[in-house]
T-cell receptor, first 114, second 111 residues
Framework: GAVVSQHPSRVICKSGTSVKIECRSL??????MFWYRQFPKQSLMLMAT?????????EQGVEKDKFLINHASLTLSTLTVTSAHPEDSSFYIC??????????FGPGTRLTVL | GQNIDQPTEMTATEGAIVQINCTYQ??????LFWYQQHAGEAPTFLSY????GLEEKGRFSSFLSRSKGYSYLLLKELQMKDSASYLC????????????FGDGTTLTVKP
């Protein structure tokens, strides 16, 4: 149990385009989903917390207009990186938490912006 | 806020036992997690402690002392595949479900 999927696993895009990443909890209802970014050899950096049906809570320094988060249902959250630039290239990881609050992570999405 | 400290790197020998420590200073506490992360992959859940004491799960055990703000992850009978980064994360008592992660301890297991 507690499987979280993420799609796509890898994406390469041109500078200025937008990229959408999907995060799904496959076998449980996620009351809360989290989005992280991780640069090579660094720890996870929490970007935002999202609850189903409400606006996401962004961490300090994370631009909400650049990283759009939608949590449309208890099993799906999406992160859209708008007008992507090379500095946005990173490993984006989502996690989902149900009633136990244990976070289960998706496999991650490696974004490369050319 | 939360401040979490764990060693940056550790090295151990295959078949041995290794203990990875984590200390935390928090404004609120509602549980501590350990995750394993292999290079290029997402973290996977190992353990969760909310009460003092030792939780054993196969080759892995996790200990918590809330009064000391201290936890450790104990790995027994080390295998080469245990080479990974181990992340300590503290769940915030004020924001349900939100956890703060330490920088991780990179464990290298040598033959």
């Amino acid at each position: 149990g507690a499987v979280v999927s993420q799609h796509p696993s890898r994406v390469i895009c041109k500078s200025g385009t937008s990229v959408k990443i999907e995060c799904r909890s496959l076998d449980f209802q996620a009351t809360t989903m989290f989005w992280y970014r991780q640069f090579p050899k660094q720890s996870l950096m929490l970007m935002a917390t999202s609850n189903e049906g409400s606006k996401a809570t962004y961490e300090q320094g994370v631009e909400k207009d650049k990283f759009l988060i939608n949590h449309a249902s208890l099993t799906l959250s999406t992160l859209t990186v708008t007008s992507a630039h090379p500095e946005d290239s990173s490993f984006y990881i989502c996690s989902a938490a149900g009633t136990t609050d244990t976070q289960y992570f998706g496999p991650g999405t490696r974004l490369t912006v050319l | 806020g939360q401040n979490i400290d764990q060693p940056t790197e550790m090295t151990a020998t295959e078949g041995a036992i290794v203990q990875i420590n984590c200390t935390y200073q928090t404004s609120g506490f509602n549980g501590l997690f350990w995750y394993q992360q292999h290079a290029g992959e997402a973290p996977t859940f190992l353990s969760y402690n909310v009460l003092d004491g030792l939780e054993e799960k196969g080759r892995f055990s996790s200990f918590l002392s809330r009064s000391k703000g201290y936890s450790y992850l104990l790995l027994k009978e080390l295998q080469m595949k245990d080479s990974a980064s181990y992340l300590c994360a503290v769940r915030d008592g004020t924001n349900a479900g939100k956890s703060t992660f330490g920088d991780g301890t990179t464990l290298t297991v040598k033959p």
